[in-house]
């Protein structure tokens, strides 16, 4: 991929220009002025409609912005992406998870795509035979409960799909240790059978503390509740180290394999979707799969005016790098998608949470956008009163599906109704005038209507993203999480930065690391003053 500073391109001299006058844009008056602006800002593929209208950008500024993706060489960077390259240059591999969801080895990644087919077509049978009884526990029962054990890419993903797909679901119940706190293995073995729960041990790298810990800690407390001998049908392991999956004691036809080619947040289409695969089945995982698919087609072969995950993207940058808007708002409008912010934090910070470019320069302009959200209605009553009328310009993508999953629809169109009022309200605000009107009748004086409405004037103006889809399935998930994916892939390009690593991550593990071996021997003195207080205070406490 070529290396090219953003701010030197002509369309990024070109944009700052424009913002100049652009930032005066008022929506409510675009959309008076312009019958066609909805029409001529949406985006459609399939099930997903995507209205961009109420954003601060105009078709010109659109325009901008796709010359800015095009100075960039995002169509090669595309090529580079899907052909293979080695893209995660400072691990020197390919990022290849759209490898993991096709069918068509007629491609320059042929071999990759074998192998992802060759270990989904493993992980299926084992799927299939857990789900038709063939493979039982160790006492001839069926498996009811599985318990994923792994953390960030090898937790996050399978949880958030485990929330989201709660409607296709079979009897299998699914949990989650992550963190490495005792008391979160603690409360999960309280609530579980070991006789019947499979435990499948996610790590990439199957060197992660947490992981490691947590299996350890869960494997000795079955073998007492258990015996030792059933842990071999009772443990599965997915990872790309196959040795170190076989010298923690797992037998090695239950290794599922991995690959360096997958990114862990980028992973949940492999063999690490094993514990949702197991809940809603293989063909539904499949669905999940062919979704994304079909977003990977939209976006390699859409113009960039029409693509969606690459006008996503522009508008992030149109945002952060000339806004300098500090972050951006993820609301869907269904509780199934309650983990889907959290899930967007790992991929989109920890890849985009960079600040040296790729010739190793640090960058002079800013990167990787905050995300954060919650669903609506909820987060309605909680959050949206600093969006609505705090200081701060937050982007927002508003996230519904069209139909619901149960047939409730005083519910449903309460939800909807909320879902679009939202978008208008914060795009059209309150003007003084309004606010007057709303004390008519009040039985308040003037002077007391007068000291009210500042507080009640909204400024309205505020951008949001209306992404409506037809119905929430293995498909649309998976078509809307590589939405994602590819929106960050694109603002990658344009910020001229690796997307792949982490090397911030890394160091936060040797840190803890060197602190563990102090608090192993009660140390506190080879640290700042802070941290030698705070290690005696622990220790003092910790009785
Ligand atoms: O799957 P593992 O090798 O255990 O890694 C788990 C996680 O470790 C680190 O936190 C990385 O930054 C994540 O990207 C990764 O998902």
């Known amino acids: 991929m070529k290396n090219i500073n953003p701010t030197s391109t002509t369309a990024w001299q070109e944009l700052l220009d424009h913002y100049k006058t652009a930032k005066s844009l008022n929506l409510k008056e675009a959309f008076q002025n312009n019958k066609n602006r909805a029409e001529e800002l949406t985006l459609t593929d399939g099930d997903f409609h995507v209205d961009l209208s109420k954003n601060l950008i105009t078709k010109e500024t659109q325009g901008k912005l796709v010359d800015l993706a095009n100075e960039c060489r995002l169509s090669d960077a595309i090529d580079s992406y899907f052909g293979g390259e080695k893209i995660n240059a400072t691990e020197n591999r390919a990022v290849l998870h759209t490898a993991l969801r096709t069918n068509n080895t007629d491609s320059p990644v042929a071999g990759n795509i074998s192998a992802a087919i060759a270990s989904k077509e493993k992980m299926f049978a084992f799927v299939d035979a857990v789900n038709n009884g063939t493979i039982t526990a160790a006492n001839g029962q069926k498996f009811n409960t599985v318990v994923n054990i792994g953390i960030g890419g090898s937790d996050l993903g399978p949880v958030m799909i485990y929330e989201a797909m709660q409607a296709y679901k079979n009897d299998l119940t699914l949990h989650f240790v992550s963190n490495v706190e005792g008391d979160h293995v603690e409360e999960v073995l309280k609530k579980i059978n070991p006789e019947t729960t499979l435990f499948v041990i996610v790590s990439k790298s199957f060197g992660t503390q947490e992981t490691l810990t947590n299996s350890t800690t869960i494997r000795n407390w079955f073998k007492e509740k258990v015996n030792p001998e059933a842990v071999a049908q009772h443990f599965i392991a997915v990872s790309s180290n196959i040795q170190r999956a076989v010298d923690f004691g797992i037998q090695e036809e239950n290794i599922f394999p991995m690959f360096d080619w997958v990114g862990g947040r980028f992973s949940l289409w492999s063999t690490v979707g094993m514990s949702v695969a197991l809940s809603i089945g293989s063909k539904n995982f499949q669905g999940f799969l062919d979704g994304a698919q079909e977003m990977d087609t939209h976006f390699k072969n859409s113009s960039f005016d029409k693509n969606i995950p690459v006008q996503l993207a522009l508008l992030t940058i149109w945002y952060n790098n000339f806004y300098k808007a500090q972050s951006e708002a993820v609301i869907p409008y269904t509780q199934y998608l309650h983990r889907l912010p959290a899930y967007l934090q790992q991929a989109i910070m920890e890849s985009n949470g960079k600040s040296v470019d790729r010739n190793g320069d ?60 939202q978008t208008e309200a914060l795009m059209n605000g309150k003007t003084k005038e309004e606010a007057l009107k709303d ?39 998976g078509k809307l999480v590589a939405m994602y994916e590819h929106k960050i892939f694109t603002e990658g390009v344009i910020w001229n930065i690796y997307s792949y690593d982490q090397w911030g991550v890394q160091l936060g593990k040797v840190l803890a690391d060197a602190i563990l071996t102090d608090i192993e021997s009660s140390k506190s003195d080879g640290h700042d003053s802070s941290t030698n207080a705070l290690l005696k205070r622990f220790y003092s406490r910790n009785k």
């Open 362 to 421: 640090r960058v002079t302009y800013e990167t990787g956008n905050v995300v954060w959200g919650e669903p609506g209605t909820n987060s309605q009553h909680a959050f949206f009163q600093l969006i609505h009328q705090g200081t701060k310009l937050i982007p927002a993508q508003f996230i519904a599906f069209a139909k619901a999953k149960y047939n409730q629809p005083d519910h449903h169109n309460k939800l909807m109704a909320n879902f679009f009022a």
């Open 439 to 477: 004390h008519k009748d009040s039985g308040k004086t003037v002077s007391e209507i007068e000291h009210l409405v500042p507080f009640q004037v909204f400024e309205g103006n505020k951008p949001t993203t209306t992404i409506l889809i037809d119905e929430l399935t293995p498909q649309s998930l």
